[in-house]
């Protein structure tokens, strides 16, 4: 199990960027696949992003591709969600979250969870 912080949130404009990070404590983070999810008022909570525990593979959700990165750095604990070219619609609480194994798209798949940090983009 691993205790997730996430910060970096804030209120910015469209078109601007943010970049997230999710630092993690537990000594078993370098085997946890890691993703970042977020959730709009009223909706479900949405697959962003994920990041097998070496890196190797990365997975996007369809409304962020191409704008949208993660990364990790095992030797700090940390997994970053770099988000530019940012719309209102990125408008949401963000969490990261942690597995063991592959990387899933569903929320239900992670096991441990951060508290969330806001992001909100203004036209």
Request: charged content about 20%; hydrophobic content about 30%.
């Amino acid at each position: 199990q691993v205790q997730l912080v996430e910060s970096g949130g804030g209120l910015v404009q469209a078109g601007d960027s943010l970049r997230l990070s999710c630092a993690a404590s537990g000594r078993t983070f370098s085997m946890y696949t890691m993703g970042w999810f977020r959730q709009a008022p009223g909706k479900e909570r949405e697959f962003v992003a994920a990041i097998t525990w070496s890196g190797g593979i990365t997975n996007y959700g369809d409304s962020v591709k191409g704008r949208f990165t993660i990364s990790r750095d095992n030797t700090k604990s940390t997994v970053y969600l770099q988000m530019n070219s940012l719309k209102p619609e990125d408008t949401a609480v963000y969490y990261c979250a942690g597995r063991r194994g592959g990387i899933y798209t569903t929320p239900y798949k992670y096991d441990d969870w951060g508290q969330g940090t806001q992001v909100t983009v203004s036209s």
